[in-house]
């Protein structure tokens, strides 16, 4: 079966898309998978390592004020990281994570695993929040899976 990552990259060629990627807790990931498939460069353009909120809030327009109000691991979070990085990156699409990878960091209400991802096409965003510990590298591995999943379903889906 063809791998996901290459069936998203017909999917963006054959629409003409550019995608790019604001990545916390996956670090990277999603990109490499992404341009682990030959002829990526004719849609990725590139991706943000946003580890720190301070890089989030410079190259993503994450509002400190979001952060402050509800965390950076969440919802809207991720969805000002989804924007920020097609308005930085200059691109159609893009995927977005920040979460609680482990095996520290949880907090009240998120636990270890949380993991909150989000995929854009213009004004289109759909988000997920990934639950469940399965340990730091599974939980990472499952986020990028599903990352690539929810653009290659907005993309499918929308005309």
Not at 21 to 35: F, N, V
């Amino acid at each position: 079966m063809e791998s996901i990552q290459k069936r998203l990259g017909k999917l963006l060629i054959s629409k003409g898309l550019t995608v790019s990627t604001a990545e916390s807790c996956t670090g990277g990931g999603i990109a490499a998978r992404l341009t682990s498939v030959a002829g990526s460069s004719a849609y990725v353009r590139g991706g943000i390592v946003s580890y720190q909120n301070d890089v989030k809030e410079q190259l993503l327009g994450v509002h400190p004020s979001t952060i402050n109000k509800y965390g950076v691991v969440s919802e809207q979070t991720v969805i000002e990281m989804v924007k920020g990085a097609m308005k930085s990156l200059k691109t159609d699409c893009a995927m977005a994570t920040t979460g609680i990878a482990g095996p520290g960091g949880a907090e009240p209400g998120k636990p270890v695993g949380t993991i909150w991802i989000a995929a854009a096409w213009g004004d289109n965003i759909v988000t997920l929040r990934q639950e469940g510990d399965q340990g730091r590298r599974k939980n990472i591995e499952k986020a990028i899976q599903q990352a690539l999943r929810l653009l290659f379903e907005l993309l499918k889906n929308k005309k």
